[in-house]
């Protein structure tokens, strides 16, 4: 503080507990920095202020700033100095003012923070004066006793200011929250009980049958969730134990025991076979549709071993008079507007619907004014979204994100092939998003098909002949044989299906010594596995489809919706490429030589993983990065909340995922490759899409057939910026089991680890008190005997 006589502190007190933290501060101040860095006002004259209030601590009609240039300022906080504070905030004086405690000492409740946002201080209602006697002596036991303070691990020791101060109490843990959704007949996910934070002492277990003896935060690892919530589900004394949970992220790497927090048949409703038993996810276990009233958060790797080394502190019991707490901040506006299900929720507006923006690009591009007869269309579907149990983990690179991967390297394989205007077929490329969530991508894309709306002019359900989807691909690759084999699950068994396996196995062929397979999924199975194409056949039940799938009767990833072999999607990229090439040829034979030539870039794969499956370098990578500005680096692939207007061209709030796509098929699909026509947004010709155009400098109009298509549920209409849920319609069959998510709105969302005072602290100062208070009035009882004699006496 002597080496740096430009910096100063302004302390304001108030009431009692305020002047007597004041009182400490300054004895303590004066002893580190010397009693000439301490400003003329002492501690007693403090202290006669609190009791008091009639002295001007500003003193002879001065101001007060003026004084503490060169040091340290104690005084009162009462409505004479208000003026005072005014004063010295305009002079750029920063102010750090103790508050009354309100009458409640609650130590957890302690916090530095903008004096607005105090609480349960009545210095502005009533005069410090009216403050008994007793208080007073309890409060001066509490500082007497107070511990040594010991900063958390990870905050900083050097003091120099009130931030610094913060982060010396307190450490934000970096984490992912599982929030609270909402659908027509109620709530799943998490979040705090009530409207207030929940704190509670962090317990490691090592096990999900460890016991507990006081409400705590739970830490464990991720492949123990499920037994922890199977558990809080059925005993109902442990759970009131549990304050919140606190999950290490790495847990699930245990290949031995799997993680899905899915069901074991995914959104069982919308299959379009009555055998919904089935379980195609034999690892699932549900967790993610139950509901939760208690914080969950899945640590991140780097503050994973801090809250294990802080878990580890407590257990070892050293410290008698601190504990180490973490406080979840987690309230969700529904909990506190008692608004439980996505239509009362919409309407008193405390959530918002599940959607997103899905994309469509065809190939070559169409012309939208031409007089000539259209083309059957030749359909290549994928979906861009997964479900997680956590929220902003929901990276899903098993399903569907291979999928998708596969797709983008396919149609960058076909875009350099030659007169594909001569094909048979329209190729038409669809990324569907808000799957994982009741369909939502291809339920309104049908939809938006039936209204003939803007969003897919230049299509027309009636030409849609085929459709194949490429599902999960990323696991096909067997090390041991080097073979990479693929199931074909058909919806029906038309000839038109039959043409499509012909064709994959035609496509198999000829990729030789690549040594890729295809089979036919087995009979004995209900139907296709959970898949886009499931709306395609509620809607159509003759529609000819097929999924592409490494896996047979079950999912052989015991990680769904969760993590791939870049050679496996290489090779489904390549299989899909010239199935659809051979698909589109019709009738004509197929020139061996341009089947061939098609061949899938592998770099161009490897980058897509890269991208779009993980933090590094995630978002940055060179590809992406050449067409959007993405707001964050890593991929996340949860569908969000719809926040646009639905009829909108260009959205304004499409996730980096859906706006990635669109750029990137537009420049696959267009015509002009190479323009240099530059553009910031939209471009003159309606054939034509600015991409590039939030790169500065680098948009270029291209003819493409690229859209956005609103994705969000089919049950929903906005009037008015308020959303309306309206009856199922006749022209969707899925409508009636839509269970229209939503997702709450929320304040903030945070996670933080601190120190505070034991349970066997608070009972050594309440005996303390209790032990003075009798002792107080003992001796005003022997005080008063005394003088009463003294006086009789006299």
């Known amino acids: 503080m002597a080496g740096r006589s430009k910096q100063w502190l302004l302390i304001g007190a108030g009431a009692i507990f305020g002047s007597l933290t004041t009182a400490a501060l300054l004895k303590i101040l004066s002893r580190k920095v010397g009693k000439q860095q301490v400003g003329r006002h002492s501690t007693d004259f403090l202290m ?89 002596l309890l409060v001066a036991l509490a500082l007497l006793l107070a511990p040594p303070y010991r900063s958390i691990a990870g905050a900083t020791d050097t003091l120099e200011s009130v931030p610094d101060l913060q982060r010396a109490m307190y450490r934000n843990i970096k984490s992912y929250p599982c929030v609270r959704l909402l659908n027509l007949s109620g709530e799943i996910g998490c979040s705090n009980p009530g409207q207030e934070k929940v704190i509670a002492p962090i317990v490691r277990f090592k096990h999900s049958s460890d016991e507990l003896t006081r409400l705590s935060a739970v830490l464990l690892p991720l492949e123990k969730l499920e037994g922890l919530l199977l558990r809080i589900s059925k005993d109902m004394d442990f759970a009131q134990k549990v304050a919140g949970v606190l999950v290490e992220s790495d847990g699930y790497r245990s290949k031995s025991l799997g993680f899905s927090p899915a069901e074991k048949f995914p959104q069982a409703a919308f299959a379009p076979y009555k055998n919904i038993n089935y379980e195609w996810n034999l690892a699932g276990s549900g967790i993610m549709s139950n509901q939760y009233n208690f914080p969950v958060f899945l640590l991140s790797p780097e503050t994973k071993s801090v809250v294990q080394e802080l878990a580890g502190k407590n257990a070892g019991g050293t410290d008698l008079y601190q504990v180490i707490v973490a406080e979840f901040d987690l309230v969700m ?96 490329f669809v990324v569907f998003t808000g799957e994982a969530w009741g369909y939502l991508g291809s339920r309104k894309f049908l939809q938006e098909l039936d209204l003939g709306a803007d969003a897919v002019n230049g299509l027309n359900n009636t030409l849609i002949e085929q459709v194949l989807e490429i599902g999960s691909v990323g696991k096909g690759l067997d090390q041991a044989t080097r073979a990479t084999t693929f199931y074909a699950h058909a919806g029906g068994d038309s000839p ?7 064709a994959l196995q035609n496509a198999s062929d000829s990729l030789g010594s690549d040594n890729v397979k295809i089979k036919a999924a087995d009979v004995s199975n209900p139907g296709i596995p959970p898949s886009s194409l499931m709306t395609f056949l509620r809607k159509n039940s003759s529609a000819a489809g097929i999924v592409l799938e490494d896996f047979d009767s079950f999912f ?22 010239r199935t659809l ?45 050449n067409f959007i500005s ?55 010709s309606i054939d034509q899409v600015c991409i590039g155009a939030e790169i500065e400098g680098k948009g270029r109009c291209v003819i493409s057939t690229t859209r956005y298509v609103p994705a969000y549920s089919t049950r929903l209409k906005i009037e008015d910026n308020l959303w309306h849920v309206i009856p199922a319609s006749s022209l969707d069959p899925m409508g009636s089991v839509d269970p229209v998510w939503t997702e709450s709105f929320w304040n903030t969302i945070g996670l933080r680890v601190y120190t505070v005072q034991s349970g066997t602290y608070d009972r050594l100062i309440l005996v303390g008190g209790v032990g003075v208070t009798v002792a107080s009035y003992i001796v005003t009882i022997v005080t008063k005997s005394f003088l009463a004699k003294a006086v009789k006496n006299d």
Not at 61 to 83: K, M, P, S, W, Y
Not at 372 to 384: D, F, G, H, N
């Open 496 to 502: 038109v299906t039959k043409d499509m396996l012909k």
């Open 333 to 428: 506006q529904t909990t506190k507007s008692h608004t439980h299900d996505s239509g009362s929720c919409l309407k008193e507006q405390t959530c918002l619907p599940l959607g997103g923006f899905s994309v469509w690009s065809s190939l070559p591009p169409i012309n939208i004014s031409s007089e000539k007869p259209s083309k059957s269309i030749l359909m290549a579907v994928a979906s861009q979204d997964s479900a997680s149990f956590f929220r902003d983990q929901s990276l899903g690179a098993e399903s569907p994100i291979s999928g998708l991967i596969a797709l983008l390297a396919a149609v960058d394989a076909l875009s350099r092939v030659d007169d594909l205007n001569e094909l048979k077929k329209q190729l038409v």
């Open 48 to 136: 006669h202020n609190g009791m008091n209030g009639k002295e001007n601590p500003a003193g002879g009609g001065r101001t007060g700033c003026q004084d503490i240039h060169n040091g340290l300022l104690g005084f009162d906080l009462e409505d004479e100095v208000v003026a005072l504070l005014a004063a010295c905030v305009r002079r750029g004086l920063k102010v750090l003012s103790a508050m009354g405690a309100g009458a409640r000492a609650d130590p957890t409740r302690i916090r530095v923070a903008d004096i607005r946002e105090s609480t349960n201080d009545p210095l502005s209602r009533a005069s410090s004066a009216m403050v008994p006697k007793i208080p007073f």
């Open 630 to 684: 993405p707001s964050n680096t890593c991929p996340s692939h949860y569908v969000g909340v719809f926040l646009d207007s639905p009829d909108t061209r260009y959205p304004e709030y499409a996730d980096d995922t859906s706006r990635f796509v669109w750029n990137f098929l537009a420049d696959k699909t267009s015509k002009l490759k190479g323009s240099t026509s530059s553009c910031t947004g939209k471009c003159n």
């Open 581 to 625: 090439y051979i698909l589109a040829s019709g009738d004509v034979t197929v020139n061996l030589m341009t089947l061939n030539s098609i061949k899938v870039n592998v770099s161009l794969v490897e980058e897509l993983v890269g991208c779009l499956l993980s933090c590094e370098p995630g978002f940055s990578c060179s590809i992406v990065r």
């Open 556 to 577: 052989t990833n015991k990680f769904y919706h969760t993590n791939i072999n870049s050679s496996s999607i290489a090779a489904a990229a390549a299989l899909v490429a």
